[in-house]
């Protein structure tokens, strides 16, 4: 028997006909605390919204919060915190998974037990693989290369991890509107920041220090490491979730330079604008 090719097995999966009936999880499957929440997040049903403004760092995530009309939930585990609220009359949470694809899938994989359907917008921060992005512009991913082994263990290696259209679009809508520098193209998702990005640094081998080079020239935009997570888990689960994001740049790697702490909060504040606004976007489309 031949194996099911990629777009085969997100077909049968996603497609029309009969779904499966979900079995259900065993406790040591699918851990909750003493309050009966999800373990990790610490969420649980209605502790959710149906769109999550998604992001690595529990900074950023207070600084999206404050800017919400209002925050009825508070939650925090670990490296895990979410707010849930509202914007503009809009059902929103405020998720910080931490780094790496491996919390990232922890994070989607609870919160699609606490609400669905759900939309997962990543707002986060990138190097940049090409000459012409400069530090504190914004990158849209339109697919995430899955140079990480999280997303192996749920899709072929062949699978694409695409944008949502919608999610894709809106996202583009929005750093235009408001006339923020930003690039739309492919993403390298990375399991490690240093040797697994090509950088060489004091003490530890990096294998491939050609790396960067290598990316640059295969059109590849910038290094990251969470977006493949999201795009992969989207288009594999038989829940109704989609996803995308955009990074804000804050080093360019031909370049070898940094963003000053200034520029850092500048493109931070286009980076959570964008995310806000391309919510505004999907909300009316959605019709809520």
Request: positive net charge; contains cysteine; aromatic residues 6%.
């Amino acid at each position: 028997m031949t194996a099911a090719r990629p777009e085969a097995l997100v077909a049968r999966l996603k497609g029309g006909g009969r779904r499966p009936r979900p079995l259900a999880p065993s406790p040591a499957t699918l851990p909750k605390n003493a309050q009966g929440r999800f373990y990790h997040l610490n969420c649980g049903p209605g502790d959710l919204a149906p769109y999550i403004l998604t992001c690595g760092h529990p900074e950023r995530a207070k600084k999206i919060a404050r800017l919400l009309d209002r925050v009825q939930i508070k939650r925090r585990h670990r490296e895990f915190l979410t707010f849930t609220g509202a914007y503009r009359n809009i059902p929103v949470s405020v998720m910080a998974t931490g780094i790496g694809t491996g919390a990232t899938a922890i994070a989607v994989i609870e919160a699609c037990q606490c609400v669905s359907p759900v939309t997962f917008i990543r707002l986060g921060s990138t190097g940049a693989l090409q000459d012409y992005i400069a530090l504190g512009d914004l990158v849209i991913t339109t697919e995430a290369l899955r140079d990480e082994n999280t997303t192996h263990y749920y899709a072929p290696a062949d699978l694409k991890a695409l944008a949502h259209p919608q999610v894709l679009t809106a996202l583009i809508k929005a750093a235009a509107t408001l006339g923020f520098p930003h690039h739309v193209g492919l993403t390298c998702t990375t399991a490690d920041f240093y040797a697994g990005q090509g950088r060489v640094v004091p003490g530890f081998p990096t294998l491939d220090p050609g790396k960067v080079a290598r990316l640059s020239r295969a059109g590849v935009l910038n290094f990251e490491m969470e977006m493949s997570a999201y795009l992969t888990l989207a288009a594999v689960s038989t829940y109704n979730l989609r996803a995308g994001g955009i990074c804000a740049v804050f080093n360019n790697r031909l370049h070898d330079n940094l963003a000053s702490p200034k520029l850092m909060r500048l493109a931070e504040e286009r980076l959570i604008q964008t995310g806000l606004l391309t919510l505004e976007i999907l909300a009316a489309e959605d019709g809520m």
